[in-house]
């Protein structure tokens, strides 16, 4: 075998005469500032980038992961120095407009313990990136992506399969890019069953945490039956107690980011970390945050054909007639002076609603109009019913899924509260600012990063304290401001004008995958 001096966190390569050794994951070396510039390699191979993700856009989603893979991917692709590739798993629930247009490539059999299960491979290419999509319909052929009893089994088989598909299509990549919970086997399986393998030893790992709260925790009992991993590499899953897959990855890989510069500092501290503070501060010298960006062409206020007018920058005025449409749409007063304030969210505790519950009363009695669009924990949405009976003509609260009517209440509202427990990126509220609808947030993750004060040119209103009277204080602050028509359209156009898109992340990741390969 050829000698190289690149260096890599994996094991050494075992002899003939050798047992499998417990591989030691070594912390990387910081690269030395370069005191020359680099010269220029005329026809340098392209950098390999795969991404390992449970959804992707515009696939399947049931969140903002996916929307990162489909978008992320995507703008790194658009730098043609760059291989870059997507694998998740083949659902039944895929769009049908999609799976017609699957290329069926082969198949294999995964190993998983004791297991040898059937493993298809389908392919689609669109924008530059090549799709793969591992089908296997005992694990696969059900309703939704998550939320089985089986989750982890399902999961693991599919990280497995991705180190064994690599091997099918030829693929070896510099970065293999993880996402959350569901794809840090990938990550644990690098450095522990594949970094033997010549060909697997030179590929890195970067992870990255979309929520901290969903960790991937299992009882050590199934750690070599349903996972797969020999006891002696339980001290990289083994966390207080049980086995925690996110820990895992963390340790084993050579980055691991976050979904904002402020989320990667506030999973330090345990009111954010759930338990996982301790191993975050433990590998810090490894982490980074990275604001996300949204589709900035498909939330755009001048071309989506789901509102009711479109608009720019240079024609706020027409994004009255998206308000007015709007109130008539949901049964409230055609009121061109009444501010509406929105909310679209999922209606569980760590969204602020604890907040919004104890003051919305108080703030029903000023000249507003309230909208709130979403589902969640049956308490929240049997009270903001209730509410909206009891205040007809002020509020309109909408327990559904509606993503058309999502769009026309981005773009009818003048405000948009989003008051986060904690948020680690958010893209409600960068999606509110490109409809001009100012956001009015706690400064909390993502938030905090994409939304800035008023009073500081900035693009919205914000508070820091996690308390109902800072927010109270800060929406009627935005009321008054409201008054001032002309102040409010300059809030109006920094909103709109606000750089969300993923050009400017893009070249984020491509710096931290540099500074993992050495460069």
Known sequence: ???????????????????????????????????AATPVVENAPKKKILFVASECTPFIATGGLAEVIGSLSVAIAKDDSYDVRVIVPFYSDIKTQYRAKF????????????RSQYCGIFLYEENNV??????????????????????????????????????????????????????????????????????????RSVFTIHNIEYQGK?????????????????????????????????????????????????????????????????????????????????????????????FDKDSLEKKAINKEELQKLLNLPVSPDTPIISMISRLVSHK?????????????????????????????????????????????????????????????????????????????????????????VRETGGLYDSIKPEGNGGNGFTFASYNAEDMLYVIKTALKCYRDKTYWKTLMTRAITSDFSWAKSAEEYKAMYKDVLGR
Request: proline share 5%.
């Open 1 to 35: 075998m050829a000698t190289t001096t690149k260096k890599t966190t994996t094991a050494r390569k075992m002899t003939k005469k050798e047992k499998e050794p417990v591989a030691e994951v070594i912390p990387a070396v910081e690269a030395v500032p370069e005191t």
């Open 103 to 114: 290329q069926f490539i082969g198949n294999i059999y995964t190993p998983l313990s004791w």
């Open 130 to 203: 090549k799709f793969y999509f591992i089908d296997n319909e005992y694990y696969f052929k059900r309703p939704g992506c998550y939320g089985y009893y089986d989750d982890g089994e399902r999961f693991a088989f599919f990280s497995r399969a991705v180190m064994e598909v690599m091997n099918f299509i030829n693929f070896y990549p510099d970065i293999m890019h993880c996402h959350d919970w569901q794809a840090a086997l990938a990550a644990i399986y690098l450095k522990t069953k594949y970094c033997y393998r010549e060909e697997y030893q030179y590929i």
């Open 218 to 310: 299992y009882s050590l009992d199934i750690l070599e039956d349903l996972f797969d991993i020999p006891s002696y590499y339980k001290h990289f899953v083994e966390y207080d107690g049980c086995i925690n897959l996110m820990k895992g990855a963390i340790e084993v890989s050579e980055k691991f980011s976050t979904v904002s510069p402020k989320y990667a500092e506030e999973i330090k501290d345990p009111f954010y970390a759930h338990g996982l503070e301790n191993i975050v501060k433990r590998n810090e010298f490894k982490l980074c945050g990275i604001l996300n960006g949204i589709d900035v062409e498909g939330y755009n206020a001048a071309k989506d054909p789901k509102i009711f007018a479109n």
């Open 352 to 440: 602020g609603l604890d907040l919004v519950t104890a003051v919305i009363e108080r703030l029903l009695q000023e000249d507003v109009q309230i909208v709130i669009l979403g589902t969640g924990d049956s308490a929240y949405e049997n009270y903001f019913k209730e509410l909206s009976s009891r205040y007809v003509g002020k509020m309109n609260a909408i327990i559904s899924f509606k993503p058309d009517l999502a769009r026309q209440i981005y773009a009818g509202s003048d405000m948009f509260l989003m008051p986060s427990k904690s948020e680690p990126c958010g893209l409600s509220q960068m999606i509110a600012s490109r409809y001009a609808t100012v956001p009015i």
